[in-house]
């Protein structure tokens, strides 16, 4: 396969697979915009040295995934992106905070390159070691810490990541759903006792619960982040609401 300066396959795909990530991986990173017609299946045959056959069922599914547009006759283009985020009840904390009519504060801790460690490689489905962005940040509200969000993401996925300046108005989360079309998310909660570092930047002690959310998200069966969000029982609650068909009211 040839490659192309944006295209980083870490560990050995379908080749189907590594066409669909090529052509996300161009659009994540703004060389092929929403509305840009892509190359024709003949020239993603020479540029990528796959058999037609191949290329063909990677444009299929990312049209059938909703990522690209196909006009008979004129040629394949990149969707629009719709918004997500209402649709994956993937709700981001300023927003919540800004809803109660209280004030919302962002504190970077750390955002930089690291060589993925076992476990976060296994998150993101990467080999261990292999280079990913990392981000720390603190979200106050009402100069109370309620969260302190651990994020790792696939610079694969979101190559401009790291050249973002979060902030009071802009938060991963948002940056990454307005960014990056999700099709699949993994929700984790669990309750456990802070680190040292933890408590030392949610300004809590060692000794006080907290709930942890743990999330990861997929774009086209590629893992684009894993991060945790650690939260002060005492200060902050999880939950959600939902409606249930009749068939699934059992219990």
Not at 180 to 186: A, K, L, R, T
Request: hydrophobic residues 40%; glycine residues 4%; charged residues 25%.
């Amino acid at each position: 396969m040839k490659k192309s300066g944006t295209d980083s396959v870490t560990a050995p795909k379908a080749l189907y697979l590594q066409a669909k990530q090529f052509v996300l991986e161009r659009a994540a990173s703004g060389f092929w915009k929403p509305g840009d017609m892509i190359p024709s299946e003949n020239q993603l045959v020479n540029e990528l040295g796959m058999s037609r056959m191949t290329i063909n069922r990677a444009l299929r599914e990312l049209t059938n995934e909703g990522f690209l547009e196909r006009t008979s006759g004129v040629g394949t283009f990149i969707a629009e992106r719709k918004p997500h985020s209402n649709l994956l009840q993937i709700a981001n904390i300023a927003d919540e905070i800004a809803s109660r009519g209280h004030r919302y504060h962002c504190e970077v801790l750390e955002l930089g390159r690291v060589a993925a460690p076992f476990s976060i490689a296994s998150a993101l489905e990467l080999t261990t070691g292999s280079s990913v962005y990392h981000l720390r940040c603190v979200h106050y509200e009402e100069e109370l810490a309620v969260q302190l969000e651990d994020r790792y993401v696939s610079p694969a996925m979101a190559p401009d990541f790291i050249h973002q300046q979060f902030d009071d108005t802009l938060q991963p989360s948002r940056y990454l759903l307005n960014t990056i079309p999700v099709d699949e998310i993994e929700h984790i909660v669990d309750a456990l006792l802070p680190s040292e570092e933890d408590s030392k930047a949610l300004d809590i002690d060692v000794n006080e619960p907290c709930l942890a959310l743990m999330r990861r998200t997929w774009s086209a069966s590629h893992v684009v982040t894993y991060v945790k969000f650690l939260h002060p029982s005492m200060r902050y609650r999880l939950g959600s609401r939902f409606s249930v068909d009749a068939s699934s009211r059992a219990g």
